[in-house]
Structure formats: structure tokens, C-alpha cells
């Protein structure tokens, strides 16, 4: 009996080694980074993090005709890095709050290194330095201009906000509720010109009491996005100025 | 030995005798002979079909992660109704979209009644003629009313008129079809309806089944829908499809006037039926009290204004409506108060006191708060319709005053009562260093509160009332209010023992799709009818049963926000608004870091009296509640097992 178990045993032992094959497919490894920059003032495209963002659509024509789409996002300042893409032949198409870049085929292998120039929807540039009022609440200066001369991009303003956040991490993705500001239809401001934001308008200037920052002295992160009537993806995708730091008093 | 070859040869013998074929039917399965086969047969498999159809009522639960949200037991948290800000619930923490995706479903349920539309006509010879063309008109009306269901959440989807044999003939590739357009699928759900129109008869052969005119009020429904979605998406996806280019998402503007045009005609049909009535079974002429009785009976009663129900009862089906829904105070077990309407929601009614930008008007100009002997009393000439949908603290409920106080303020009244530090504004009101509140962290932690001698109420008051709202995370209200409509008045209600009927089209829908489709038709300079007196009529006859103020004139109603607003009166918390907010593709522009404003009742010892606070939905239990919808939802996503089974199939956009 003991003979019987001890074959049979073996014989699973056996088969269960000889099964044993190398099947994996080997892990990716090319790297393709780069960044998006604003083909006018050459500075890095400013822009949110995740789908509100800049999104690479990568589509992998090398192993199929119709690929199911691998998509890879920017950082805040426009770069992106990845370097687990698998070797190939790709169809590449940033998309972001800038006028649509056509699809462009490229060869992946090892580090591919690639800038792109783009429209942006709007400019948003900062007048002077955010200023720390001594109520509690802080005010910026920015002036919003169109980025692009485009005709199917001249969209009216759709929301300009001033986000308000306790990281670094600032934008419509992460942004606190209680000190950003939202500007949206009477209160839009006009174009081209400098316009002033103060904080603590969550709901919109004049919905509700304005927020102030709490009474002990913290930093605060201040970033101003602001979206023409146009959507990338069904999605509401902001143009941004770069990240401001404040302290307040 | 020799016993033993024996015994085997015979053994054997034995055995290869019994050997007889056994392709026979397996007796534990139906297969088609037995189900077109017979009158029964058939019927049992279209109550399947009913069975299955996607209908949004008490057992739908959104939040659903599994392979459904339909037909769900233990509808109990999340409500879809406080994803409209009709309302806010301790559980509906955000602007949610659907846990689950209808697709798989859906094809399933659309490939049952393709096989009944395929197999019936050819075994005809069983079942009588009429029965027949019944059975088949029920049939196209289920594929319309599920294939609603898809491209209302999706846009355009593969068409399955047949079914499509499984191996394919030409193979796995013969199985995968591309999405067809958006306009497709609403044209389709338009000549459905349009089959079952002509061929249901005039009478429901049965309760719960359909018959012409419930074909036609849901045709009214879904034309609306697509002509909405031509006039207001922003959204137009195409796919090339093998050489075609196909819009999947979007219908092209130019034909939203069809499918308005399609819809005032279908509601047409119902309305000159006249087999239905707006309900006024209890509704006197200028008694309030009775036209919000005759109001909230309407959905509790089977009445003539009942045009689709889906019944349940204690037999066959029951839900936990009551259960997510009833106040704390009147509750065995179980949970509660899911639902408390939102003074949003409250303020689109007339007969309540506002201020200039249309709130509530809480505080006289020297920001003193209004007094009152009783909360209600601030509603008393509130639109009857109003009173009819809620409860609002200290009505009656189940023979008991619903007592529903945020807590009992203890400071000199004398020169009037001065306004809360965070009135109208963020935050937990526990969070407020006023010595004079009393408040009640939870409700097994609710303090007796002493009162002035001779207080009318007694010695002692409890801070948080019966009911709450408290100020930590705990069963017990959040918002000031209970909701009233489909509540029941009497019987059991822990324990998903809920048996009121859904309702799942009535003629108050009906006549808000024609006053809807009608305006659109008017604003567009369309001819053919006087569009705006038929709106306008529509409105007016909702309103008279609501008790509510009439139009004074055509010329009052100037506004698509006058329609709209309307039906967001009416239908409130039967699950439509939801998509209505859709449809008109502006949730985003109402759900963009949005607070709802809940009511907070407060008692003043020094008064005697009440005065309401109005405030932002109070964080709790580390929620915020925040609303911020995600315009990629305007189109749902594809699952992604789905698009991996057929690479076919193009995502929609931002997903």
C-alpha cells in the first residue's frame, strides 16, 4: 500500500516539475519621456494631474490593428517619464487643454525622448505676488489671455478658479473646498485684462460668507485655472499658472 | 472461481445489454418547444421578460458593485434621490455615478425577447392569433424600454435585432459588432414603440402588462430624452467603422424637433385616450390640507392617474423603501432617514417666506431670527404639493408629532434672538463655541435639558428631540425635514417588509413631457399646433392638483426653466430628475462644489419658542459632502471586460 501512495506520489511530483516551463513575457522596458511646452513662451505647459490633465494615448499598433489604448499622464509642469513601455510601434497623442495634436507614429525602443509644442486654450500669467490679508484671506493678480488664434478655440470663458490648497499638489484635482475661489457667470472676469481674486469664495463670490484661513499661521499653496466653453474628452480640462506659496498671518 | 468468471460474463453481459441511446431531453430543462409551445410556456417566459426590465424603482440601488443594481435587495444606504440635491443623506456622500454597468444585462434580457420575436411566429399554430400579436407587441416594448436603458447611459450600442447564434457561423469575429450611432438606437426604440403602439390592445390583458397607451406615455419619456440629447450633448464621438464613420456618442441637432415632435405625439395619444385622470380622488377647491392629503395618497393608492406600475406585495415581492427612508422615531429596527429633502429643494416651491435671491427668509433685518410656536408652523402656507411630499418637524407621522430639533438654545431671547456663527455656512454646528447651545453628540447620548418653569413642554426637553439630527456620525436625521411621497402610513417596515407599488410612469409625467416637448417645438418656431397653449394648459392643470400658483397667462410661461422646474416639483424623488439633470446636460453646472442646505430647528428656553437655521449639509463622520459631478459621466464607460471581449467596441471619450 505504502509502494502504491509513494508511486503515485512521484509520478504527480514528476509530472508537476515537467510541467514547469519559462512562460513569462519579459517586463517592459523602454522609457519614453519628455515634456509639453507652450509653443509661444517656450514654458512648460502648466496643467492638472490625472484625466482633467494632459493625457498620452498611446496606442500599440505593433502587436494590434485596433490596441486598447494605454494611457500615461504629465506632471503638474508639463513632463512625463515612463520607463516601462513595451518595445514598439505606437500611435501617440497628447491631449490637455490645448488645441489637438495630430497622432504620430513612433518606434519606441530604448529612450525616446519627445517635446511637444502646443496651443494652450488660455494664458494665465501672474501680476506681482499674491498678498496675505490681514483678515484672513490672501489676494492675487493674474491676467487671462487667449494661447491660441485657432478659430474653433475661441470658446467663451467657462470658469476661472483660484484654487486653494494645503499641498503642493494644487489644481481642479486637489484643491480645498473652504479657501479656493470660483468665478463663474456674472463674476467671470473679462480677457486681457489684470483682474484681482480673493480667497474664501468656494461657492462663488457672494454665495454664502466669504472662508478665511484659520487663526494660526500655516502655508497654503495657490495655483489660478481657468476653462474656455470647450471640454477635451467630455471632460472640463483647465489651463493653469504655475504653483504659488503663501504663509498666512 | 469458475463461480466468479461466471458471475462477471453474466455481470457483463448484463451491463452491455442495458445499453440503449440516450439522447433523450433532459426533463429538469425547458427547452423551446415547451416554452412557445403552450400559452403558459410563453407567458411564463414574458413574465421573465417583465421581470427583468430595467425599471429605476425602490429596488434599484446605484451604488451597486456587483452585476447589477436592478431588482437589488437591501436597497438601504445610498439613495439616487440625494443625487440630485432634492435631498441629503447620512450615506450619499458625493456626487456618486453608478456602482455597476448595465450592459451585460441588458443583451441578455434583449436576446430573450429576440428569441420570443423569432420563435412564436413560426409556432403560431398553439397559440391564438391575438394572443400572438400581443405576446410579440409586449415584446417589442421590452426591447425599447431596455435598449433606453443603454443609450441613455452609454449613447450608442451594438443593435441586436436577432439572435445571434452562438458559435457564430463565421467564427468568435461574427459575434463582435461595432456600436451603432446614437441616433440608431433612439430610432429603434422609436419604431418599437411604434410596433407596440399599433399593435397592443386598448386594455392591459392583465395588471402589470402593458397595453397601447403605456407603450405610447414611455415613448413620449424616451423621445424626450433623444430629443434632449440632440439639442443639448456637446459630446459627438464618431468611430470609424471599417471605412464608415459612425457618431457613437451625440445625434446630430438638426433632428431634435423629430424626436420632440415624436414625443408631444405620443403623449397626445395618451392624454385623447382619455382612460387616464390626474388624481384628485381627496382634493377639495381651496382646502390646502386636502389637496396635500389627495397628494400624498396618490402614491400610495391605485389610482386612474396610474398609467405603469410595478406592483409588489407580500406574496411575491417586497422592498426595503420604508425601511431606508421612515424617521428614527417611528422605526422598530433597521435603519433610517436616508432621505431628508433639501431646503434646495424646498425653496423651488411657493407659499414659504424668501428673501430677495429667493432663500428662505429666517431672520427679520436686525439678523433676529424669526419665532415660532411650532417649526411647522414657518410652512404652514407652503404649496400643498409640498406638504404632500414632506415632512417637516413636528408634522404628523403614524399618529406621532415627528420631532426633529438640532438642539435648545439657552440664552436671553429679550432682545431677540441673534444669528448663529456659521448661519448659512460650513461646518458642524458642534464645532461652534456657544456656550448656549445645547446639543446632542449622539442619540444614546441626548441630555435632558432643563426648561423655564411654567414652559408649556414640561420640565425638561431632550436636545436633539426624537429624531436627532446629532451631531456625530449616527442613525437619526441630517437635514431637518423626512421625506413623505410612497411612505407608508401604516404596517411593517423593518426588515425590507415595504409592499407599496412603484409607480413607474403616471399621467402627470405624460402631461410634463408634452408641456416639455411642446415648448421646445414653440421656442423653435416649429408649426403644426399652438405649441405654448398646450404647455401652458399642461402646466396649469399639474399645478390646480398641486394646490400650487397658476400661470396667469400664456405669456407667463416664457422660460424652459419654467417647464423644467415643474416637473422637478412633481416628480421629485421617483428617480427621474436624475436623468432630467442629464439629459439637459447641466448636472455639471448645478453639482460643481456644491453643498446642499439642510434646515436646522432650534429651541429657545428663554423664548418658548423655535427658530430655523439654515446651513450647508453638516460634515460628519469625516464626510464633507461635496457634489462635484464628472461631465465624462454625461456618457457612462463601457466596462472594460466588455471592450476587451470585442475590441470592436470604442470606449467613450475620457475613460
Known amino acids: 500500500m505504502k509502494h502504491i501512495i509513494h508511486t503515485i506520489v512521484s509520478l504527480i511530483l514528476i509530472s508537476g516539475i515537467a510541467a514547469c516551463e519559462e512562460d513569462n513575457y519579459r517586463a517592459p522596458s523602454e522609457t519614453f519621456k519628455g515634456s509639453i511646452i507652450d509653443k509661444e513662451t517656450q514654458e512648460p505647459f502648466q496643467t492638472a494631474v490625472g484625466t482633467t490633465g494632459v493625457r498620452i494615448k498611446m496606442m500599440e499598433y505593433s502587436w494590434s490593428d485596433t490596441p486598447t489604448p494605454y494611457y500615461m499622464y504629465a506632471a503638474m509642469d508639463g513632463q512625463f517619464n515612463n520607463s516601462k513601455i513595451f518595445k514598439g510601434q505606437y500611435g501617440v497623442t497628447p491631449e490637455g487643454a490645448f488645441v489637438p495634436l495630430a497622432e504620430e507614429s513612433l518606434d519606441i525602443t530604448g529612450t525616446v525622448e519627445k517635446n511637444y509644442a502646443v496651443e494652450p486654450f488660455l494664458r494665465i500669467e501672474w501680476v506681482g505676488e499674491p498678498v496675505v490679508n490681514d483678515n484672513g484671506t490672501a489676494t492675487v493678480q493674474v491676467k487671462i489671455t487667449r494661447g491660441t488664434t485657432n478659430p474653433g478655440y475661441q470658446q467663451a470663458l467657462a470658469e476661472v478658479w483660484l484654487f486653494v490648497s494645503e499641498t503642493q499638489y494644487v489644481g481642479d484635482f486637489s484643491y480645498s473646498p473652504n479657501y479656493s475661489t470660483r468665478l463663474t457667470g456674472t463674476t467671470l472676469p473679462p480677457l486681457g485684462e489684470t483682474i484681482s481674486i480673493t480667497t474664501g469664495w468656494p461657492g462663488g463670490i457672494g454665495t454664502g460668507a466669504q472662508r478665511s484661513f484659520p487663526a494660526y499661521t500655516r502655508k497654503y499653496f495657490l495655483r489660478v485655472g481657468a476653462r474656455i466653453n470647450k471640454q477635451v474628452n467630455s471632460t472640463n480640462v483647465y489651463n493653469f499658472t504655475t504653483g504659488k506659496e503663501i504663509t498666512t498671518k | ?655
Open chain 2, 1 to 655: 472461481m469458475k463461480r466468479i468468471k461466471s458471475i462477471l460474463t453474466i455481470s457483463f453481459a448484463i451491463t452491455i445489454s442495458a445499453c440503449t441511446d440516450l439522447d433523450i431531453a433532459p426533463v429538469n430543462l425547458l427547452g423551446e418547444d415547451e416554452i412557445y409551445g403552450s400559452n403558459d410556456g410563453v407567458m411564463s417566459n414574458v413574465a421573465r421578460i417583465y421581470s427583468r426590465l430595467p425599471i429605476e424603482d425602490f429596488k434599484y440601488y446605484y451604488a451597486a458593485t456587483g452585476s447589477s443594481g436592478f431588482n437589488y435587495s437591501g436597497t438601504l444606504f445610498k439613495q439616487m434621490a440625494c443625487l440630485t440635491g432634492e435631498a441629503v443623506g447620512r450615506d450619499t456622500q458625493g456626487a456618486d455615478n453608478e456602482g455597476f454597468s448595465y450592459w451585460d444585462e441588458g443583451y441578455s434580457e434583449i436576446r430573450d425577447i429576440n428569441t420570443l420575436l423569432e420563435e412564436l411566429p413560426a409556432r403560431s399554430a398553439t397559440i391564438s392569433e391575438a394572443e400572438t400579436k400581443t405576446y410579440l407587441a409586449e415584446a417589442h416594448f421590452c426591447r425599447a424600454y431596455t435598449y433606453f436603458a443603454l443609450a441613455k447611459r452609454y449613447g450608442g450600442v451594438p443593435l441586436v435585432t436577432t439572435t445571434i447564434e452562438y458559435p457564430s457561423p463565421e467564427g468568435i469575429e461574427g459575434t463582435r459588432l461595432y456600436r451603432a450611432s446614437e441616433e440608431a438606437v433612439w430610432d429603434l426604440i422609436a419604431a418599437d414603440l411604434d410596433n407596440a403602439i399599433a399593435n397592443l390592445p386598448e386594455a392591459s390583458p392583465v395588471k402589470g402588462r402593458v397595453n397601447k397607451y403605456i407603450a405610447a406615455a414611455f415613448k413620449s419619456r424616451a423621445m424626450l430624452y433623444a430629443g434632449s440629447i440632440a439639442k443639448y450633448n456637446t459630446v459627438n464621438e464618431t468611430q470609424d467603422q471599417g471605412g464608415t464613420s459612425v457618431q457613437i456618442c451625440g445625434i446630430p441637432a438638426n433632428r431634435a424637433n423629430d424626436y420632440f415632435k415624436a414625443a408631444y405625439d405620443a403623449a397626445n395619444l395618451v392624454v385623447a385616450s382619455n382612460k387616464y385622470a390626474l388624481y384628485k380622488g381627496l382634493w377639495v377647491a381651496g382646502d390646502a390640507a386636502a389637496q396635500a392629503k389627495n397628494f400624498r395618497s396618490l402614491f400610495l393608492t391605485e389610482t386612474t392617474e396610474n398609467i405603469f406600475v410595478k406592483y409588489y406585495d407580500q406574496t411575491n415581492a417586497t422592498h426595503n423603501y420604508d425601511e431606508s427612508v421612515q424617521p428614527a422615531q417611528t422605526k422598530t429596527s433597521g435603519n433610517d432617514s436616508e432621505v431628508s429633502p433639501s431646503m434646495d429643494f424646498i425653496e423651488m416651491f411657493n407659499g414659504i417666506p424668501k428673501d430677495a435671491n429667493g432663500q428662505f427668509k429666517n431672520r427679520d433685518e436686525n439678523n433676529h431670527y424669526y419665532l415660532f410656536n411650532s417649526p411647522r408652523d414657518a410652512f404652514a402656507n407652503a404649496e400643498p404639493r409640498l406638504r404632500g411630499t414632506v415632512i417637516f418637524p413636528m408634522d404628523t407621522y403614524r399618529g406621532q408629532v415627528i420631532e426633529i430639533r438640532r438642539g435648545i438654545w439657552t440664552g436671553n431671547a429679550g432682545g431677540g434672538i441673534p444669528t448663529l456663527a456659521n448661519e448659512g455656512d460650513i461646518g458642524n454646528v458642534a464645532d461652534l463655541a456657544d456656550p448656549n447651545l445645547k446639543l446632542a453628540s449622539a442619540l444614546g447620548a441626548n441630555p435632558d435639558i432643563p426648561l423655564k418653569p411654567g414652559d408649556s413642554h414640561g420640565a425638561t426637553m431632550k436636545a436633539a428631540g426624537v429624531n436627532g439630527p446629532v451631531s456625530n456620525w449616527d442613525f437619526g436625521n441630517t437635514g431637518g425635514t423626512y421625506l413623505a411621497k410612497y411612505l407608508n402610513e401604516s404596517g411593517v417596515t423593518a426588515g425590507g417588509n415595504s409592499t407599496q407599488s412603484w409607480i413607474e410612469i403616471r399621467l402627470a409625467e405624460v402631461l410634463l413631457n408634452r408641456a416639455e416637448a411642446a415648448y421646445e417645438l414653440y421656442q423653435a418656431g416649429a408649426s403644426g399646433d399652438n405649441y405654448r397653449t398646450v404647455a401652458y394648459n399642461d402646466i396649469n392643470n399639474i399645478r390646480e392638483r398641486a394646490g400650487a400658483r397658476m400661470l396667469t397667462g400664456e405669456a407667463d410661461l416664457n422660460h424652459i426653466d419654467t417647464v423644467r422646474r415643474e416637473r422637478r416639483k412633481e416628480l421629485a424623488f421617483e428617480n427621474k430628475t436624475y436623468w432630467d439633470l442629464k439629459r439637459w446636460r447641466i448636472l455639471y453646472d448645478e453639482q460643481n462644489n456644491r453643498r446642499w442646505r439642510i434646515l436646522n430647528p432650534f429651541y429657545s428656553t428663554d423664548a418658548q419658542k423655535y427658530f430655523l437655521s439654515v446651513k450647508f449639509q453638516e460634515p460628519r463622520g469625516g464626510f464633507q459632502y461635496i457634489f462635484t459631478f464628472d461631465t465624462r459621466y454625461y456618457y457612462q464607460p463601457i466596462p472594460a471586460t466588455e471592450i476587451n471581449k470585442n475590441p470592436k467596441t470604442k470606449q467613450n471619450p475620457g475613460f
